[in-house]
């Protein structure tokens, strides 16, 4: 298609869009019809000997992901290629990219550190298994190789961790030949918090000082002033009491500082018991949990095997989405002495403790055993909540939507806070957050901040800054399942002429961890496959991994696809 | 959003064209005025000769003599009001931007008017049914929250300036469409409308020949005051992130401001989107001022 | 016997009005691409498996004229239902908000049309004096001011550099008042609400005032007031009657405003943190809550309609020259 053709094209996309938008009716009509054509246009464009379409990317509305493709263009402009960015709010990308599958040649997003992303099954398996490359799923860049599918199924159930570690290498190395996507780096999370009130901060891999992914880090705090209680900034406000409602991470993490899991995360980001005293692997599918003794609920009653088979019993049987992993691998759970409970499980899972584990907790029996009986509600995970009762090191106190949740320290938990309370504010604007810490309003920084941000924050005499790796990252996808996107030689151009190291120093100051061509951090030593580093970023290497893939260059130095 | 109660001498011989050269001259009249059309052009001009006289790219990253980001510089001789988060020139910024903020107040402007004018010009001169039907989708259009609803428009559609215009369009003729209306209700009483019934012009030859004339200096206010509304609710749309990414502007920048912190420190990135953007909808409002006395003599 | 008709057939098509308003906004928040489940995809804790079976329990996978009768059946009973993201009723989650969008906008309302008029009155009165055109031209300024940049400077200033008042929120958790000022009860709010009510007052506070100066200055005009100044009326009692008859006027602008007002300030909210409708609204769309979203953006523009209904029949009986057609 000529450029004329496409400016035609792109008229009449909004001529349509415009026609919609008049009537409401058929406004995601137009939507639809106009993000369709843009990828028919695309295909169509393809066509061998041709000059190479625009490619088309989406993105994030987030200052950093601006930035990336500002660069990204430049960059690939060198190579005679064109870069249209289209970018939306979190909601839309989601909508459009996850939920529908329907995403341009480009695709970037960066992934949090939150807990279950620690274990590699979570970036081999959900965004480039095939099995993940239907609507809903995030192999959203149809990414289909059997032999990598086996090898990461093979992982996932493989519970020998050496064996499991030679297959977590192997699939990533598959990966790291075939190109389905860049990864860019691991942004390191700095925090502060108010050295002059509090002390005893533990910084957790992934997790860093602030956040709730791991109950552990606000444990260790202790007050340096008469006040007893933390205050701790969040973006995020929770949505619900109800531990079985939401599987959103943020909301199920500040959960579970009230309702305690059966296991944790210490300071190195190891598994630690934690409501479990041990854990034993009797078969690949069976499972022996012994109770820690000595537990209670906040309301006082003691934790019994009771309140853990009955909590098992309770999701296999309502199967709560949200707690769908939980429904997923456990089959049953039985009562086999005074402290122990036997899990039965579908099929061997090797991330079953801390995927599993890390993420079930213990409801009282007493409490749920009641719910929904006649309140009406469709299912216990509409129940309010109001009065939260659990075992975790936190109780709850009071909660205002918008404005904060007040916790108060269970004395009676085995490893008690030295706290007596601690507050999460949600303050949706970061640069909030910062006044708040610098004004005293505020004693940890719950969130993430820049270098630049945590420089100007650590000139404050009172406040420390601390910089944590992380493993989550930032990445660029490529939609594999439309042309000219499915040529490897493009992809390994494009890795070509993305300099990484460039890209982290202009927007995180250098604050992070460069990517190997995995998506699994070197920090985590013994996942991350360390041979499969990044194609050298060169322009004139690209260049030359295309001319032997036979593109060409027009006389405007456009490129041009083989024919 | 002034509901202006209407007194002109109505003509049956005012022309669409000559009204036009009238109504350029006007805002010349009074030294506000002159001020304020100066600025008004000067930004025009710059919009369309921006890219050309902006010292850098604008999105370029500039880095200092040692190899460093010059990550938020305060101005100096460079870089006259500084750099960004990204070592991005501020200035640049500001003239590449404003080329978005001019388009989108005028392609607004005529969209609005266009609407507003006819609703109105329609709604009064019909009356009866058609009246209360139009009415009624006025009064609902009152009732949507713009941004809130550009939130909901932006989710449907992809941010893009198109749809940024297109949302802005849909809901702000509410206002001009009310004012005309309350206008056409008291011209077509007169008699050189009653005179044009009688003699057999048809209705649209009198809306648009007789009616249309007579209210188009409140037009023209309305589309002065369009004109700085869509300025101002494109900055909003932007400020809070749904702005078009592949476009530079005032609204744009100050959303990035925003977000990389620089309110705090970095006033030479904050200070001079906002300036432009008052300067630019306050410029647009002095010349609606003279428009106003036009249409409202006592004003005078 | 007009007055009355005027005002039946005016109520009916208010009411067909809010009807058409229940269906658009239902109809228009579900065409938005994703639905509530789709918002839980995006970090893979909900399964593709699950998400199907978290539509089947929230009834999101019937057709939508279905969903849209039991809607309309539950409201009937009064029943907004349940929040899809907070799993709570309609009701508990947007009224909350709605108090503390009052707590901010009533102050801003109440002086922005204070000053506003006032001030409005006084420029209107004295026409052509230089009082008038400076004040004209000041009382121009705040409304080329974008309310976010206001809210911005405002907190860069105070804030910030001298330290005087809070960063956001509505109140500080724990707040320990250390002199006896800051015992005083609601000093914690009020110095959360300043910054905020100055941001709105001034963004608020042009409307009113160039609305009753043009009213002001037309009324100077009529005809009764050359024959109340011939009368030999004093000038103070002038003044008074050219008041209320420009108040008309603003009278309507208000409907408007409130309306405004209730819908909150997205931009001020979100400046300051301030935790109430302009943002629930905004995340409800992001979070694709329908019933949610349905019920502020309903509320919302009902109130505007149906002041606007109350006002125009106030117009008639305050300006007894209206004819009814």
Redesign the interface.
């Known amino acids: 298609m000529s450029s004329n053709a496409l400016e035609t094209e792109l008229t009449r996309r909004r001529l349509l869009q415009f026609l919609g938008a008049l009537g409401i009716t058929s406004v995601s009509g137009a939507t639809l019809a106009g993000l369709e054509a843009t990828i028919r246009e695309a295909r169509a464009q393809a066509a061998p000997g041709s000059v190479m379409p625009k490619l088309q990317a989406m993105s994030p509305n987030w200052p950093d992901m601006i930035e990336i493709w500002r660069q990204a263009t430049r960059d690939y402009a060198e190579l005679g290629l064109e870069v249209e960015v289209q970018q939306g709010t979190l909601d839309t990308w989601v909508a459009q990219v996850v939920g529908e599958h329907k995403l341009p040649h480009l695709v970037s997003m960066s992934w949090g550190g939150a807990p279950d992303r620690m274990d590699p099954d979570f970036f081999l398996n959900e965004i480039l298994n095939s099995k993940r490359a239907v609507k809903g799923g995030l192999n959203y860049g149809h990414y289909m190789n059997p032999a990598y599918d086996e090898v990461a199924n093979a992982q996932r159930v493989e519970v020998d961790e050496a064996k499991r570690r030679q297959l977590v290498m192997e699939a990533q190395a598959i990966s790291a030949k075939d190109n389905p996507l860049m990864v860019l780096f691991h942004r390191d999370i700095i925090q502060a918090y108010n050295k002059a009130k509090f002390g005893g901060v533990t910084p957790i891999i992934g997790n860093g000082i602030g956040f709730p992914y791991a109950p552990l880090s606000y444990l260790g705090l202790e007050a340096l002033t008469p006040r007893k209680v933390v205050k701790i900034t969040s973006i995020y406000d929770i949505a619900s009491l109800n531990p079985f409602l939401t599987p959103e991470v943020y909301n199920s993490s500040v959960l579970r500082q009230i309702y305690a899991t059966f296991v944790t995360r210490d300071k190195d980001a190891n598994i630690m018991p934690w409501s479990l005293e041990s854990w034993t692997l009797v078969d690949p599918t069976t499972m022996d949990l012994t109770l820690r003794p000595g537990q209670t609920f906040h309301d006082g009653k003691p934790v019994t095997v009771e309140d853990v088979k009955f909590t098992f019993d309770y999701i296999l049987k309502w199967k709560f989405p949200a707690l769908a992993r939980v429904v997923d691998s456990v089959k049953s759970a039985e009562i086999t002495g005074d402290n122990t409970v036997r899990l039965k499980l579908n099929q061997p899972y090797a991330a079953f403790v801390p995927n599993v584990l890390g993420f079930a907790f213990i409801a009282p029996k007493h409490v749920w055993e009641q719910v929904p009986g006649n309140s009406g509600l469709a299912s216990p995970a509409d129940w309010p909540n109001d009065q939260p009762v659990g075992s975790g090191p936190w109780k709850y106190v009071e909660w205002r939507k918008g404005e904060y949740l007040n916790l108060a320290a269970h004395k009676e938990f085995f490893m008690p806070p030295k706290l007596d309370g601690l507050v999460l504010l949600p303050v949706p604007a970061i640069e909030n957050q910062i006044g708040m810490m610098e004004r005293g309003e505020a004693d940890l920084f719950g969130w993430t901040m820049d270098v630049t941000q945590g420089k100007r924050l650590g000139q404050n005499p009172d406040i420390e800054i601390v910089q944590t790796p992380t493993h989550g990252m930032h990445e660029i996808r490529f939609n594999l399942a439309m042309a000219p996107m499915d040529n490897p030689a493009l992809r390994l151009a494009l890795q070509h002429a993305t300099d990484r190291k460039k890209y982290l120093d202009i927007i995180f100051s250098g604050a992070g961890t460069l990517a190997n061509n995995t998506m699994i951090t070197p920090v985590l030593k013994q996942w991350s496959n360390p041979d499969v580093p990044n194609p050298e970023p060169s322009i004139d290497k690209a260049r030359q991994v295309l001319k032997d893939a036979g593109f060409t260059w027009d006389g405007n130095g456009k490129l041009k696809l083989p024919s | 959003?002034?509901?202006?109660?209407i007194?002109q001498t109505p003509s049956r011989r005012a022309s669409v064209l000559g009204t036009i050269g009238s109504l350029i001259a006007l805002p010349f009249r009074t030294w506000?005025g002159a001020i304020a059309s100066v600025i008004f052009l000067t930004f025009c001009v710059i919009a369309v000769i921006g890219p050309w006289i902006a010292p850098y790219s604008p999105?370029a990253?500039h880095f200092n003599a040692q190899g460093e980001?010059l990550?938020?510089a305060a101005p100096s001789a460079a870089h006259w009001l500084g750099t960004t988060?990204?070592?991005s020139d501020v200035l640049s910024q500001l003239i590449v931007g404003t080329r978005i903020v001019v388009i989108v107040g005028l392609t607004c402007a005529l969209f609005i008017t266009l609407i507003g004018t006819n609703v109105g010009l329609i709604s009064g001169y019909y009356?009866g049914r058609v009246d209360?039907v139009l009415m009624?989708i006025t009064?609902?259009a009152?009732?949507?929250?713009f941004?809130?609803f550009a939130?909901?428009?932006?989710?449907?559609?992809?941010?893009?300036t198109?749809?940024i215009i297109?949302t802005i369009s849909?809901l702000m003729w509410r206002t001009a469409a009310r004012v005309i209306r309350s206008q056409v209700l008291s011209l077509k009483q007169r008699a050189f409308v009653k005179a044009s019934q009688i003699a057999g012009a048809s209705d649209l030859r009198i809306i648009y020949l007789h009616l249309f004339p007579n209210v188009l200096p409140m037009t023209m206010l309305y589309v002065a005051f369009d004109i700085?509304w869509a300025v101002?609710a494109e900055?909003?749309v932007s400020?809070?992130?749904?702005g078009d990414?592949?476009q530079m502007s005032w609204?744009q920048m100050?959303y990035?401001a925003?977000?990389?912190?620089a309110?705090?420190?970095a006033?030479w990135w904050?200070?001079p989107p906002?300036v432009c953007?008052?300067?630019f909808?306050?410029s647009v409002?002095?010349i609606g001022?003279e428009f106003?006395k036009l249409t409202?003599p006592?004003?005078a | 016997m007009m007055f009355w008709r005027y005002a039946g057939r005016r109520l009916v098509q208010t009411v067909v009005t809010l009807f058409l308003l229940l269906t658009i906004m239902f109809v228009m928040f579900r065409l938005i691409p994703g639905d509530p489940t789709t918002m839980l995809l995006g970090t893979g804790e909900l399964p593709p498996e699950a998400q199907q079976q978290l539509r089947a329990a929230w009834g999101l996978d019937r057709p939508m004229w279905e969903q849209y009768l039991s809607y309309l059946a539950n409201l009937a009973r009064g029943d907004l239902g349940l929040s899809l993201y907070f799993r709570r009723p309609v009701m508990e989650i947007v009224l909350p908000m709605l108090g503390n969008t009052l707590i901010l906008m009533a102050p801003i309302l109440v002086i922005a049309l204070a000053v506003g008029i006032w001030a409005g009155a006084y420029l209107g009165w004295h026409r052509g004096e230089r009082v008038e055109q400076i004040g004209s031209l000041i009382a121009l300024l705040p409304r080329a001011l974008p309310i976010f940049w206001i809210a911005i400077l405002l907190l860069m200033l105070f804030s910030y550099r001298l330290g005087w008042f809070p960063i956001g929120g509505m109140r500080e958790q724990f707040f320990y008042p250390e002199t006896w000022i800051q015992a005083l009860p609601g000093y914690d709010l009020v110095m959360h609400l300043t910054l905020p009510v100055i941001a709105g007052a001034i963004y608020f506070i042009s409307d009113p005032l160039m609305i009753t100066r043009t009213a002001m200055l037309e009324v100077r005009g009529e005809d009764y007031m050359q024959f109340a100044r011939a009368q030999g009326l004093s000038n103070r009692r002038l003044r008074q009657i050219a008041r209320r008859n420009a108040f008309l006027p603003v009278l309507t602008y208000i409907a408007i405003m409130v309306g405004f007002a209730l819908g909150g300030q997205v931009l001020l909210e979100y400046v300051f943190s301030w935790p109430g409708m302009g943002r629930l609204m905004v995340n409800s769309v992001a979070q694709r809550d329908y019933p949610v979203a349905q019920a502020t953006f309903f509320l919302m523009a009902a109130v505007v309609i149906v002041l606007n209904f109350i006002v125009d029949l106030l117009y008639g009986w305050l300006d007894p020259r209206i004819v009814y057609d």
């Open positions: 959003m002034t509901d202006l109660a007194a506000t999105n990253n980001l990550r938020l988060y990204y070592g009356g209360a009624r009064d609902l009152f009732g949507i929250p941004i809130p939130v909901v428009l932006v989710a449907l559609l992809a941010p893009s198109w749809n297109l849909l700085a101002i900055a909003s400020f809070l992130g749904f990414p592949n609204g100050l990035l925003y977000l990389s912190g309110i705090r420190h006033w904050t200070i906002g953007l008052t300067l909808v306050g409002f002095l001022r106003e409202n006592k004003l």
